[in-house]
């Protein structure tokens, strides 16, 4: 089992922030000295631009984007030709659905989500649909929220060409089996799985040739690497086959005066102009430690923190728990009667960070009947410490004035 006290001496935040209780990692994560370091060292060391420069330094930073890149690969199971830097998942699925809907959707056709998808994953699809008239259909939940593949044959049909789901949804923190959806929606239809990873990379191992999704989306900065640095994967066929987003510097062979181009082979046709060059290092380090931790030690871990905390809450006459049976680090919860900005800002008066609200997913409010919620989200480096703390303050106090006069 790993030791969170031991594994926060890696991680600065902790050194600057003793007493914090942070417990929002589903929308961002602390980031260890190893890839602080390593955004260091492109600017202090290896400053120059990628394919740009005939000389030493530029050389080293291309041998380090490659690096990088190779690592990601090996991290996912992919092809490294197969990786795109963007600037997060949420970029990453623009990317799929401009460069690959806009272009091959027709009226005709039609495309599968869930009223539990992050906004990133819904709104681009919303645009497909006003541009190319393709008809956006829901994959009905269960009771409890969750996407089954009984629920799946129910919707896909000879129109679906887009089947775009996340592997673990940001509010309810339900697994979604995308290996069986994918050998489903490949064997029944002439539709493409798009696989939202970024509350699963993060998480547990992930291999996208066993899962055989056609394209993953995730963010650097969910998995303790730095911000503005995401990852598109894509087999390399629909990659080819995709429009790029961006046009400029670094993504074309040539062109010319009368509008030709001839655009460059994946993945450099997706990166246009100046990438960015310390995220992508420190991406790199980020793979690095948790490769050094295992991500299965990491699942394994976020598992017996997450029954701590269920069978901990569970006590709590006042609170309303909406995904007990959840497999990830991911509790969604109300305390009744209370606004959940308020109880939020309540937890904050202890030192307690969590994430209120819609969560980005604003379809879902009306299955769980409430305007907003509490998300609790935790981490490796969590410990039954914080869950002790956070359950003590839901316990003693709820309205944000109880941080005034308790």
Not at 189 to 201: K, L, M, T
Request: aromatic share 10%.
């Amino acid at each position: 089992m790993l030791d969170p006290i031991k594994i926060r001496k890696d991680f600065p935040m902790y050194k600057n922030n003793p007493n914090i209780v942070y417990l929002d990692n589903a929308a961002t994560t602390f980031k260890p000295y190893s890839v602080i370091d390593e955004c260091n060292r492109y600017y202090l060391s290896e400053t120059a631009n990628a394919h740009r420069g005939d000389y030493d330094l530029a050389y080293k930073v291309d041998i380090a984007v490659d690096s990088v890149r190779e690592k990601v690969a090996k991290f996912i199971n992919s092809k490294k030709i197969e990786v795109v830097f963007t600037s997060g998942a949420s970029m990453s699925m623009n990317m799929i659905a401009y460069g690959y809907g806009n272009k091959y959707l027709t009226s005709d056709d039609e495309i599968l989500l869930t009223e539990a998808e992050h906004a990133s994953n819904v709104l681009p699809w919303f645009k497909v649909s006003e541009v190319t008239g393709a008809k956006i259909k829901y994959i009905p939940l269960t009771k409890e929220g969750r996407l089954t593949i009984d629920n799946l044959k129910k919707v896909l049909n000879e129109k679906t060409r887009i089947v775009s789901i996340a592997q673990v949804t940001n509010v309810l923190g339900y697994i979604v089996d995308i290996k069986e959806i994918a050998k489903y929606v490949h064997e029944n239809s002439n539709a493409i799985v798009v696989c939202d990873g970024a509350q699963s990379v993060p998480h547990m191992k992930i291999d996208v040739k066993d899962l055989d999704c056609d394209f993953l989306v995730f963010s650097g900065h969910k998995l303790c690497g730095p911000t503005g640095i995401g990852v598109l994967y894509g087999k390399y066929n629909l990659l080819q086959k995709m429009e790029p987003l961006m046009s400029g510097g670094g993504d074309n062979a040539k062109f010319d005066m009368c509008g030709n181009v001839a655009y460059l082979e994946p993945p450099a046709k997706f990166e246009a102009g100046t990438m960015n060059l310390a995220g992508i290092y420190g991406l790199g380090g980020a793979i690095d430690y948790l490769m050094n931790i295992g991500m299965n030690n990491i699942e394994e871990y976020e598992r017996y923190l997450r029954k701590y905390a269920i069978n901990k809450l569970k006590t709590l006459q006042n609170l309303i728990i909406y995904n007990e049976n959840a497999e990830t680090g991911i509790i969604t919860l109300n305390v009744k009667g209370v606004f959940s900005q308020d109880e939020a800002s309540y937890l904050n008066s202890k030192g307690i960070c969590v994430r209120s609200g819609e969560h980005c997913a604003k379809l879902l409010k009306d299955r769980l009947g409430a305007s907003g919620t509490v998300r609790v989200s935790l981490y490796f480096y969590n410990t039954v410490e914080d869950i002790d703390k956070l359950c003590l303050a839901l316990k003693n106090g709820g309205d944000f004035l109880d941080a005034y006069f308790n």
